[in-house]
Nanobody
Framework: QVQLVESGGGLVQAGGSLRLSCAAS????????MGWFRQAPGKEREFVAA????????YYADSVKGRFTISRDTAKNTVYLQMSSLKPEDTAVYYC????????????WGQGTQVTVSS
């Protein structure tokens, strides 16, 4: 199995920045893609960003393009989400997720980390 642990959430003012980290452990070699999702109160979980472990291709939700950057450190089995120009509507619980090689869905999820952006 694969274990994911997020960190780096917190309270920040609008316009500020935060960097989330997701440390992966266990059978990480079975995973191909790491993603970030978020869920705001009363809303469904939504995709934020993703990238492959072994490639440079990244994917972003339109709402975060140009403000968020997903990166990875393969030596540390860690994925990061650098968030800049934060807005109150970015307030949510942010989840890290991993997708197995050859599978379309995300099978492994972290426990989530709270990000609160004050206006």
């Amino acid at each position: 199995q694969v274990q994911l642990v997020e960190s780096g959430g917190g309270l920040v003012q609008a316009g500020g920045s935060l960097r989330l980290s997701c440390a992966a452990s266990g059978r990480t070699f079975i995973t191909s893609t790491m993603g970030w999702f978020r869920q705001a109160p009363g809303k469904e979980r939504e995709f934020v960003a993703a990238r492959n472990w072994n490639g440079e291709t990244t994917y972003y939700a339109d709402s975060v393009k140009g403000r968020f950057t997903i990166s990875r450190d393969t030596a540390k089995n860690t994925v990061y989400l650098q968030m800049s120009s934060l807005k109150p509507e970015d307030t949510a619980v942010y989840y890290c997720a991993a997708r197995r090689i050859g599978e379309p869905q995300y099978d492994y999820w972290g426990q989530g980390t709270q990000v609160t952006v004050s206006s």
